[in-house]
T-cell receptor
Framework: QKEVEQDPGPLSVPEGAIVSLNCTYS??????FMWYRQYSRKGPELLMY????GNKEDGRFTAQVDKSSKYISLFIRDSQPSDSATYLC??????????????FGQGTILTVHP | DTEVTQTPKHLVMGMTNKKSLKCEQH?????MYWYKQKAKKPPELMFV???????INESVPSRFSPECPNSSLLNLHLHALQPEDSALYLC?????????????FGPGTRLTVT
């Protein structure tokens, strides 16, 4: 079993839809959670960063972390064709030998069609 | 400014060539990373530098040689690569202290080994 599980999709939605992307994880030491957007043949772009449990909102994006369930989500409201990309969840533990090591999900391919 | 720059954007090299990839950041980050990403896969960590010292080497073959000349620059020296080393090479940087450890990625260098 992978440490981080992410449904690879692909996910196809109409413009304006609410998109929900999710990851589950097994390592209870993870405390830092990130979502990245990666366009084809480009580097990952940091969308959201959350420490421990809770919600964080930035424009059309909301990140949720539920450490008790080991489950994180990214919601995209009013999705646009420009949101079409691969979305990667990533997480890391706090210090020690795991310092600096991000564990990624496999990525979800999202297509928003006009 | 959260920009990490990488040069060159594209590189084609033969198996006997020696080449270098360069990465630069001016965010004052003291941790810098090299990742390798194959198509449709998440990034895989190769090396981590913390305060210009190598802190993590993920058992990378010696034909890849990292170097951190100063706190803003990171190089990856390539020698005698194999065709299976063709991939997108990503550089990233992050804080080391302060509790905010999100990693910012550069656009990547697309390497083709012929």
């Amino acid at each position: 079993q992978k440490e981080v599980e992410q449904d690879p999709g692909p996910l196809s939605v109409p413009e304006g839809a609410i998109v929900s992307l999710n990851c589950t994880y097994s390592n209870s030491a993870f405390q830092y959670f990130m979502w990245y957007r990666q366009y084809s043949r480009k580097g990952p772009e940091l969308l959201m960063y959350t420490y421990s449990s809770g919600n964080k909102e930035d424009g059309r994006f909301t990140a949720q972390v539920d450490k008790s369930s080991k489950y994180i989500s990214l919601f995209i409201r009013d999705s646009q064709p420009s949101d079409s990309a691969t979305y990667l969840c990533a997480m890391s533990a706090d210090g020690g030998t795991s310092y600096g090591k991000l564990t990624f999900g496999q990525g979800t391919i999202l297509t928003v069609h006009p | 400014d959260t920009e990490v720059t990488q040069t060159p954007k594209h590189l084609v090299m033969g198996m006997t060539n020696k080449k270098s990839l360069k990465c630069e950041q001016h965010m004052g980050h003291r941790a810098m990373y090299w990742y390798k990403q194959k198509a449709k896969k998440p990034p895989e960590l190769m090396f981590v530098y913390s305060y210009e010292k190598l802190s993590i080497n993920e058992s990378v073959p010696s034909r890849f040689s990292p170097e951190c000349p100063n706190s803003s620059l990171l190089n990856l020296h390539l020698h005698a690569l194999q065709p299976e080393d063709s991939a997108l090479y990503l550089c990233a940087s992050s804080q080391v202290t302060g509790g905010s450890y999100e990693q910012y990625f550069g656009p990547g260098t697309r390497l083709t080994v012929t």
